[in-house]
């Protein structure tokens, strides 16, 4: 008789979640937040958060798609005006015949606007994300991207030519297994084109990831995308990543894919 084992386990939650991301799809008024005429804000850019916020009573579902099958997946709900919360979890070897690995354990962020945008100030929003991107890295107990962990971000629109985005931010990660505890600092611009069409570009200085057992070579991580609203509220963007090879085994860059749904109920 066939025993069931860890892997089982793994595609049980996997199977949970997404009908969890099914059941509360159908129930949702959406709008998408990529470009011209987007009227919701962008709570990350591409491995980075912003100070954008899911409005009270508002709801993100997120999937993103990297190297060796792997599948992160994440829900996010505006709780109050300036206060949001949200889960992730994710793993390698999903989609494929391998052995399924799930991340160690689910991650989870939040996020507070302590000043909103005037004319002349930034928002700024203090938060705390620990999930990092792409694969784990098990002998050195972090992320291949760590997590942003503890942070505080600003951000800061202007009306250019549509919609331009200007963010910059210091974060403390929680990922240190492998000896490097430095405090890190990141920048990011986002521009919209067109209705639909947002391009994205973020540089993370990479000061927490350049010396102990890091993986990270001493150059920063280039990260751009782009994002296409297709309508109600479902956004599918295209993430080319670590253009500064910072990493070994990195050829062009990294090539990811994001799908997003914003909604209200």
């Given at each position: 008789?066939?025993?069931?084992?860890?892997?089982?386990?793994?595609?049980?939650?996997?199977?949970?979640?997404?009908?969890?991301?099914?059941?509360?799809?159908?129930?949702?008024?959406?709008?998408?937040?990529?470009?011209?005429?987007?009227?919701?804000?962008?709570?990350?850019?591409?491995?980075?958060?912003?100070?954008?916020?899911?409005?009270?009573?508002?709801?993100?579902?997120?999937?993103?798609?990297?190297?060796?099958?792997?599948?992160?997946?994440?829900?996010?709900?505006?709780?109050?005006?300036?206060?949001?919360?949200?889960?992730?979890?994710?793993?390698?070897?999903?989609?494929?015949?391998?052995?399924?690995?799930?991340?160690?354990?689910?991650?989870?962020?939040?996020?507070?606007?302590?000043?909103?945008?005037?004319?002349?100030?930034?928002?700024?929003?203090?938060?705390?994300?620990?999930?990092?991107?792409?694969?784990?890295?098990?002998?050195?107990?972090?992320?291949?991207?760590?997590?942003?962990?503890?942070?505080?971000?600003?951000?800061?629109?202007?009306?250019?030519?549509?919609?331009?985005?200007?963010?910059?931010?210091?974060?403390?990660?929680?990922?240190?297994?492998?000896?490097?505890?430095?405090?890190?600092?990141?920048?990011?611009?986002?521009?919209?084109?067109?209705?639909?069409?947002?391009?994205?570009?973020?540089?993370?200085?990479?000061?927490?990831?350049?010396?102990?057992?890091?993986?990270?070579?001493?150059?920063?991580?280039?990260?751009?995308?782009?994002?296409?609203?297709?309508?109600?509220?479902?956004?599918?963007?295209?993430?080319?990543?670590?253009?500064?090879?910072?990493?070994?085994?990195v050829s062009v860059g990294n090539r990811t894919l994001q799908i997003d749904y914003v909604g209200t109920l």
């Open positions: 008789m066939y025993e069931k084992g860890p892997s089982d386990m793994n595609m049980r939650i996997v199977a949970g979640f997404l009908g969890v991301v099914c059941s509360t799809w159908c129930q949702l008024e959406a709008q998408g937040y990529a470009g011209d005429e987007s009227a919701v804000e962008p709570t990350n850019l591409i491995d980075k958060p912003t100070a954008g916020m899911d409005k009270r009573g508002s709801f993100a579902v997120s999937a993103n798609f990297y190297q060796r099958g792997g599948v992160l997946a994440g829900i996010s709900v505006g709780v109050f005006e300036r206060f949001m919360f949200g889960i992730s979890y994710g793993g390698t070897d999903i989609i494929g015949p391998s052995v399924i690995h799930m991340n160690p354990w689910p991650g989870v962020q939040a996020k507070l606007r302590i000043l909103n945008e005037g004319s002349l100030m930034p928002a700024i929003a203090i938060g705390f994300d620990s999930q990092g991107k792409e694969p784990y890295i098990k002998d050195l107990a972090r992320y291949t991207i760590k997590s942003p962990g503890a942070y505080v971000v600003a951000s800061r629109n202007y009306a250019f030519f549509g919609n331009l985005s200007l963010h910059g931010g210091l974060n403390f990660t929680m990922d240190r297994g492998d000896g490097d505890r430095d405090m890190n600092t990141f920048v990011g611009i986002e521009k919209s084109i067109g209705e639909e069409i947002s391009v994205l570009g973020e540089y993370d200085f990479g000061f927490n990831d350049d010396h102990g057992n890091a993986v990270g070579r001493g150059r920063g991580y280039l990260n751009l995308a782009f994002r296409w609203n297709w309508g109600k509220g479902l956004v599918v963007g295209f993430d080319l990543k670590n253009v500064t090879k910072n990493q070994q085994n």
